[in-house]
């Protein structure tokens, strides 16, 4: 196996059953969703692992060509760009999957979470992967090209759950288009949850108490 992306790991208390791995968004790293995990609440006895790689660092149009931590170079108002790059991060973390898998952890029992770039990286790699996972966990994000996903997804994560959580105020990535996401996902036979906040593109204490029922629903 290739050398994983740089990562932060974080250990339950007792030995891991369960594995969520986090991708951040676009110019941020693997920090920026660490403190997250004391604020989902969940039990003592929880025993999920979790991983918060760093994307790569690549020049990025959107911001005139500056280097920065991306999963993807991102083209504004564009859904389907980028496919080289979205390929190459999709099998990235999917090198993390197999690193799991073959620490014990079933694909069962690993979510793919993701906020924006994350996000698109996160549904990609889970709709498309040959065994089945726990679930995806998108937030303030899109599904990447719609008819190349009926195309390419696998039997084995069909009607895998979905949370998708997007801000009404969201300017980076309009709340229309992840409610047509959402629209798209479900015609693939896919089951959604929705949640939307009057937020911009960020997260609420609201979302994280969903995210941490969702978790423990479905790890």
């Known amino acids: 196996m290739r050398e994983l992306l740089e990562y932060i790991e974080i250990e339950p208390a007792i030995p891991a059953t369960a594995t969520v791995i986090w991708l951040h968004g676009l110019g941020a790293d693997g920090h920026d969703f660490e403190p997250i995990v004391p604020e989902l609440n969940l039990p003592a006895d929880s025993a999920i692992r979790f991983i918060f790689p ?25 859904e389907s760009g980028a496919v080289d ?71 084995a994560n069909l009607g895998i759950p979905i949370l998708m959580i997007h801000g009404t105020q969201d ?26 906040y009057p937020m911009g593109h960020q997260v609420c204490l609201e979302e994280i108490e969903e995210v941490s029922h969702f978790l423990q629903e479905v790890l």
């Open 54 to 78: 760093h994307a790569p660092i690549r020049s990025v149009s959107i911001n005139n060509g500056d280097e920065m931590r991306a999963w993807y170079d991102f083209v504004p108002h564009a």
């Open 85 to 155: 790059d979205i390929n190459e991060s999709a099998s990235q973390i999917s090198d993390f999957i197999a690193r799991e898998l073959a620490r014990g952890i079933p694909s069962e029992k690993i979510l793919l979470a993701g906020f924006s770039q994350g996000g698109v990286i996160a549904l990609y790699t889970a709709l498309r992967y040959d065994m089945r996972l726990a679930g995806v966990v998108a937030l303030s994000t899109y599904l990447h090209d719609y008819q190349k996903t009926e195309q390419e997804r696998t039997d």
């Open 171 to 196: 300017p980076m990535i309009p709340v229309m288009q992840a409610a047509t996401s959402r629209e798209n996902l479900k015609r693939l036979g896919y089951e959604v949850r929705w949640s939307d």
